[in-house]
């Protein structure tokens, strides 16, 4: 049974950085990728990285967001750099292109002005 279980959310000052973490079960981790929904919003792909740690952002959130995983853990990492109010959203990561069992409960960045 593949889980895929987010941490490292919370409320954070504007300019702030957070990292997040993703650690997966029930699963070898391959191409992940992070997305976000925030409120009254659909999901939103922020970024992904392969299975050889190449990585790809859309152009809007180039700079803002780092992917990184350690294999050895499982584990897959998404570093937000200079947080701004809009970035709060429920992050979530999963497979590159998502399973549909994949989604877990997110972690919650909360970022103040």
Do not use: H
Request: net charge positive.
């Amino acid at each position: 049974q593949v889980q895929l279980v987010e941490s490292g959310g919370g409320l954070v000052q504007a300019g702030g950085s957070l990292r997040l973490s993703c650690q997966a079960s029930g699963i070898n981790i391959r191409a992940m990728a992070w997305y976000r929904q925030a409120p009254g919003k659909q999901r939103e792909f922020v970024g992904r990285i392969s299975s050889t740690g190449v990585t790809y952002y859309p152009n809007d959130l180039r700079g803002k967001f780092t992917i990184t995983r350690d294999n050895a853990k499982n584990t897959v990492y998404l570093q937000i750099n200079r947080l701004k109010p809009e970035d709060t959203a429920m992050y979530y990561c999963n497979t590159f292109p998502p399973l549909p069992n994949g989604w877990g409960q997110g972690t919650q960045v909360t970022v103040s002005s």
